[in-house]
Every structure is written in C-alpha cells, then in structure tokens.
C-alpha cells in the first residue's frame, strides 16, 4: 500500500474508537513506576506540536499529552517544551539548549535535523550536528528520547523521501551512540491514513500527535519495565 491509497475510515475514527490509541487508563499503567521528574522537549515544529486540527481527537500536541499523562502518575512532574517552528539544529543548540540545561531534565525528547533536510545541509554535517547536541544533553545525565520521521511523503515532497530516509538511519545511530529511547515511525501504518498529515503535507494533524503520544508511551514503558 502507498501513501496515495490510504485508508478511507480515518474520517470515521475519533479518539473514543481509534485501534491505534492507548487508553488514558492503559497508558497511565505503561508509565506506572517512572523515574522521571523533569521531562523536557526540544527542537523544531515536531517538537513544539505544529499541526492542524482534526475532528474527533483533543487539539493536543503529542508532548502535551505524553506530559499530561505523566503528570496523572506522577504529580510532582515538571514539563518544558522550548519546540520552535522551523528551527535547525544550530538554531537548537545556540537558542533553546542552554535554557533545558537550566532546567535540569532527568528525560529529554530531541526533534530537529528536519529542516536543515529542507534547506539543503550536507547529511553527513546533520548526523555530526545532530549527535553533538546530543552528546551534550546526554552529558548532563539525562535519558535521550528521539524518534524516526514517518514515510509520507507524496506530491512536491516526494523528492525529499530518500534524504529522508538515510535522516531516519542517523536518528537510529545518534540514539544508539547515546542509549536514547527510540520510537520508530518510519513505516509505521497510520502514515497512511487520511487524517495523518495537515493540508501542508508535513506537519501531523491532531489525531496524528495522537499516534505519536501513544507510540511513545509504549516505548517508554517498555524502558520502565523492561519489556
């Protein structure tokens, strides 16, 4: 199946039916037993929750709930997203990465390299770039969370689909170099669906950071338990 044939029924989901979704309930149980404190995001518009809304799911950002729901197991939990839209790497490292450091996270998300894809920087300076901010947000102690960019590309943005995948193999080296927690979203099934991407064909709609909250706090349980 291809982005182009995808599945008719995501106009019939809402968050109450979706397959694809944890339950408030369920998820609570996965991150039952968390040692973090202090959960912090950082990066581009993935990180800072950009998307359109859609009918049937909560106008939430996935960070946003993945935070809510680690609050419900553990109220004494503090959250920080400094997620700017359209941010580069070295935008990251020069504008947000001293304010998280500040902040003293025990688990920090990591979202950027993206952009630097769409204007055209050297894969290669983009795993370097990528790894050193990294190595120093890992130097502080705190656990890594990245993930993989979802194959959906299609239209004007299909070029763009083979940086992209050799962008996903060096999210899976820089988390492997730095023991960070990764979700894999590459081929995962619901970027097929209709209600994954906005109109702009990038950013997630709504009940896309759905997927993406439930998919991380799978991975996040599995690191708690073991699994």
């Known amino acids: ?47 800072a929750g950009t998307g359109d809304p859609w009918p049937g799911y909560a ?6 709930r993945l935070a809510a729901t680690m609050t419900a197991v553990r109220p004494d939990l503090v959250y920080l997203n400094t997620g700017v839209y359209s941010a580069t790497i070295d935008q990251v490292r020069r504008e947000q ?17 993206g952009n630097d894809l769409f204007y055209g920087s050297d894969l290669t300076d983009i795993e370097r770039d990528l790894d050193s901010l990294c190595a120093v947000l890992a130097a502080s102690g705190a656990q890594l969370s990245l ?24 999210v899976r080296r820089v988390a492997a170099n730095h023991d960070a927690i990764l979700t894999e979203f590459w081929d995962h099934p619901a970027r097929l669906r209709a209600n994954w991407l906005s109109a702009d064909r990038i950013h997630l709609t709504k009940a896309g ?12 349980g599995r690191a708690i338990h073991g699994a």
């Not at 979706?18 to 995001?41: K, N």
């Not at 950071?209 to 996040?220: I, M, P, Q």
């Open 1 to 47: 199946m291809t982005v182009e044939q995808m599945p008719s029924e995501a106009g019939t989901l809402t968050e109450a039916n979706d397959p694809m979704l944890l339950s408030e309930a369920a998820a609570r149980e996965l991150l039952r037993g968390a040692p973090w404190q202090r959960f912090a995001v950082l990066g581009d518009s993935v990180a």
């Open 59 to 64: 106008d939430v950002p996935w960070a946003d």
């Open 97 to 113: 990465l001293s304010t998280i450091l500040d902040f003293q996270p025990d688990l920090v998300h990591v979202s950027c390299g």
């Open 147 to 170: 993930f993989t960019l979802a194959n959906a590309f299609t239209d004007r943005l299909r070029r763009f689909q083979p940086s992209f995948a050799a962008y996903a193999d060096i």
């Open 209 to 220: 950071h759905a997927v993406v909250a439930t998919e991380v706090t799978r991975s996040l």
